[in-house]
């Protein structure tokens, strides 16, 4: 069955407007990206919590409908909520119908992070031959954030390949699908804790734990279901820069005094605020490694 696409680039300050007007409209699905991304597979999915600010200066809001949906009303509603926009910012199209939330797997490829790292995307077999020093993260993200193909990401992969996790716990704050946690796992980390606040996200890093085996030194909670006593030895958060400065002091709670820690998910704008933030709550040697406009912050527990 076809689906009815509608394509929509807003400023940041337009989307909270638009998408619920998506919403309150009956769209399917509303999926944002990055509309100054070079690629699509640049243009990762972002969702920001109710009320955030998002990431990008100007973004793609794809809400999907039925076919038959009424196009006519669409339009007028979009209109009469963002009368400002200018009507090359607005395309509709009949879209044949496809698994949606595979459909970019196909263009998922490995990719190395580090000296040893590599994430394979489930439906690629790693070679025979592979070097054995090499080790492999297979990943089906699901409907979470986590992939590696973004740069936040792929900053956390880099960092935590030059680590030495053997036998160590590691936090991971904003799992996603799981990727950093499970990498970590294969790495050598004796234990993870993946802390999400959507449900989908949980499911998604057990199901990808599963599928590569660590399943049992893996677990999984909602922020406000974490036993008290759960503390990191190593601790990773990929979220963004609103939530990792309100949640620096518990951060520093669970951080082990010394524990190397990464903050990613910052634009480079945002770093100087959240270094000073993090100094203040006492983590210590903090440094900045950036790419394509994001940073990541790394540095010790106090
Ligand atoms: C950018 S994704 C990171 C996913 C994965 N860790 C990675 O590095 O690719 C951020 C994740 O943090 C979660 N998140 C956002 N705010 C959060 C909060 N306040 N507490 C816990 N999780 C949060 C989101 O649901 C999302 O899965």
Redesign the pocket.
């Known amino acids: 069955m076809p689906w009815l696409e509608l394509q929509l680039t807003v400023s940041a300050e337009q989307q909270p407007r638009a998408e619920a007007a998506l919403e309150d409209l009956g769209a399917l699905s509303v999926t944002l990206m990055d509309a100054d991304a070079d690629t699509p597979d640049e243009a ?1 999915i ?2 920001p ?1 109710v009320g955030e600010t998002p990431l990008w200066h100007s973004l793609t809001l794809l809400a999907l409908f039925e076919a038959d949906a009424d196009r006519r009303g669409l339009l007028h509603v979009l209109h009469d909520t963002l009368p400002e926009l200018a009507p090359d910012h607005l395309v509709l199209r009949e879209v044949a119908d496809q698994d949606w939330e595979r459909a970019w797997m196909d263009r998922y490829q490995p990719m190395q992070f580090g000296r040893r790292l590599w994430i394979y995307p489930w439906n690629i077999t790693p070679p025979d031959d592979i070097d054995a020093s090499n080790i492999v993260v297979r990943l089906d993200p699901g409907l ?5 193909t ?1 740069p ?2 792929a900053l ?2 880099e960092w935590l390949d030059g680590l030495d996790l053997d036998g160590k716990t590691i936090i ?10 499970i990498a970590a796992l294969k790495l050598g980390a004796a234990h993870a804790i993946g ?4 449900p989908q ?1 949980l499911t998604a890093t057990h199901d990808n734990a599963t599928r590569n085996a660590v399943a049992a030194r893996l677990q999984t909670f ?2 406000d279901q974490l036993p008290m006593d759960a503390r990191a030895d190593v601790f ?5 820069a609103g ?1 990792l400065t ?2 620096a002091p518990r951060f520093a709670a669970l951080c082990r005094p010394g524990a190397p820690f990464a903050l ?2 910052i634009l480079a704008e945002q770093a100087p605020e959240l270094l000073e933030r993090y100094a203040a709550c006492g983590f210590r040697d903090l440094a900045t490694t950036q790419r394509e406009g994001w940073v990541r912050i790394s540095g010790c527990g106090g």
């Open positions: 990762a972002f969702e919590g979470a954030f986590g992939t590696g973004h936040t990401t956390c992969l991971d704050y904003g799992c996603g699908s799981g990727v950093l946690a802390i999400d606040n959507d996200a909602l922020p990773v958060a990929n979220i963004l939530p309100e949640l990613s998910g």
